[in-house]
């Protein structure tokens, strides 16, 4: 997937100069699927400096379903800290 996904990349910064996808991540889930979607979570972590990336909730909760600010600073946090364990 993460092929495909840097191709089409390539393909549209020909036309669209500096365009660049921009992916959410939720740490959660990584390494947790079948082989193959594990193979594609490693693959997009080795390309992580080729994407932009948004901050995203740890176990992929809904922000809006929140019933505080502690809780939803908790869930974006967790998931901050294992991108940088991660990415080192």
Known sequence: MPKALL????????IVPGFT???GFSGYYFLHGNNEEDE???ALVENANKFWWF???WKHEKPHKQTSL???VYNFRKNLDFAKVLLV
Not at 7 to 14: F, I, P, V
């Open 55 to 57: 901050d995203h909730t």
């Open 40 to 42: 594609g979570d490693k």
């Open 21 to 23: 996808f921009n992916l």
């Open 7 to 14: 191709s089409t990349q390539e393909s549209l910064q020909k």
């Open 70 to 72: 502690k809780q939803l």
